[in-house]
């Protein structure tokens, strides 16, 4: 008889899981797409990726990775950590930008946000006076798409689309 394995290629979501966590496992398996990023001297450079979704820490968070390769052609990885905190009724949402060796808070109980707001899953992250603004928008079982908007001013402005992903399910 052939052994089976013990774990899934995208893990399971833990029973004891927070219900919190079903907002973002839409994106748990693998995916393939098209981001559109916006450059620093102006115009858009579309590039592919492959997004992946796991549930992990024993099937109580998702973490995310991004393979792309930046504007510039160069290898680009990053990875998110997302965990509802049930004791402090709040998520915990960290960024590791392998490529460029950054790490980043970017939501927790004194900072940040996750909301949803009718069709899309908003999260909101703070640095200083720069705030990110991420829309998540699961269109169905085999769709969603990504953008991204940029402050520099607290919030109370905002520039629009400084990244657009389209993905479709593979997995």
């Known amino acids: 008889m052939a052994e089976q394995s013990a774990m899934t ?3 399971e979501k833990n029973a004891q899981a927070s219900t919190e966590l079903g907002l973002f ?5 693998k995916w393939r797409g098209n981001a559109k990023v916006r450059l620093p001297q102006g115009g858009f450079v579309d ?5 992946i979704g796991r549930y992990v820490l024993d099937g109580t968070a998702i973490a ?3 393979h792309s390769t930046a504007p510039d052609g160069s ?17 915990i949402i960290d960024y ?11 939501v927790n109980a004194r900072s940040g946000a ?23 928008r699961p269109i169905d079982a085999r769709h969603f798409t990504y953008s991204t908007d940029l402050s520099r001013d607290e919030g109370r402005t905002w520039e ?12």
């Open 9 to 11: 290629p995208y893990g």
């Open 25 to 29: 496992s839409f994106m748990v398996g």
């Open 47 to 51: 590039v592919p990726l492959t997004w």
């Open 64 to 66: 995310d990775e991004f």
């Open 75 to 91: 290898p680009f990885l990053g990875i998110s950590l997302r965990q509802y905190d049930a004791a402090k009724s709040g998520w």
């Open 96 to 106: 590791v930008n392998v490529s460029n060796s950054i790490l980043r808070r970017q």
């Open 114 to 136: 996750v909301r949803r707001d009718r069709d899309a899953i908003v999260v909101i992250s703070e640095d200083g006076p720069t705030r990110i603004r991420e829309f998540y």
């Open 160 to 171: 629009p689309s400084a990244m657009e992903i389209s993905m479709q399910r593979e997995e």
